[in-house]
């Protein structure tokens, strides 16, 4: 048995659930309609495989998502109780069905840093510190990271090769003491601490010092790929 590759589909749901605001974060509420096709809706057809996100009145329906196994319409209760993830729910007149599954726990917001030394998939290397420094908060929304179809896209991912960059400047504070000399940048789930999520080396090593220009990734410049 070889690696496994990862299929445009998932790539695409993974890039769109991670980066763009597509999973369900509180009951009833969605980021975006990147992964799903939004809050459940009455009286709406749905196809097998469409995702949506639960009503807000439905029971149960924190950290879950509906997916359609049976094609139908939806009814117009919208107090329906969601099941356990794999366990199946009736909808409108019982030709819909429903299988609740299981969401990834979903960011709102990534902070990306600077590093002057390589951190490990466990975590570790060196990041910038004084001298104004501070992460960028970038928000994990449509409009913030690129589709997989196209740099600058803020539709759902449709692409074939895994990859999102970001759809705005992410920019540094200008730097009133040295920096070093900044070789990788790195993604956290929090402003200061945290955990680390993506890290890789830029293209070209940069040395930053007092009084220069705020330093920044212009738009496209950070790309991140999944598959």
């Known amino acids: 048995m070889g690696t496994a590759q990862a299929s445009d589909y998932l790539e695409n749901l993974l890039i769109d659930g991670l980066y763009r605001g597509g999973c369900l974060t509180t009951a ?17 057809g749905y196809a097998v495989g469409d995702i949506v996100v639960p009503h807000a009145s439905m029971t149960g329906a924190g950290g879950k998502l509906l997916r359609c196994t049976t094609a139908g319409t939806s009814g ?6 969601v099941p356990n993830p794999g366990s199946t ?16 726990p979903a960011l709102t917001t990534k902070y990306i840093g600077l590093l ?35 740099a600058g896209s803020t539709t759902a991912s449709t692409g074939t090769g895994g990859t999102t960059s970001n759809n705005a400047a992410i920019t540094y504070p200008a730097p009133t003491a040295n920096w070093g000399t900044v070789t990788h940048y790195a993604e956290y789930d929090a402003p200061t601490g945290g955990n680390l999520l993506t890290w890789d080396a830029l293209t070209a090593s940069r040395v930053i010092l007092n009084g220069d220009p705020a330093p920044s990734f212009s738009i496209a410049q950070l790309q991140i790929t999944v598959g």
């Open 28 to 44: 009833g509420a969605a980021g975006s309609s990147a992964v799903v096709k939004g809050l459940w809706t009455a009286t709406t």
């Open 76 to 81: 117009s209760t919208t107090t329906l109780a």
């Open 89 to 104: 729910l009736a909808d409108g007149a019982g030709t819909l069905i429903w299988t609740a599954i299981a969401t990834i």
């Open 116 to 150: 002057t030394a390589a951190p490990s998939d466990t975590g570790g290397g060196t990041e910038v510190s004084g001298g104004s420094y501070a992460r960028v908060a970038v928000a994990c929304t449509l409009a913030a990271f690129a589709g997989t179809q196209a």
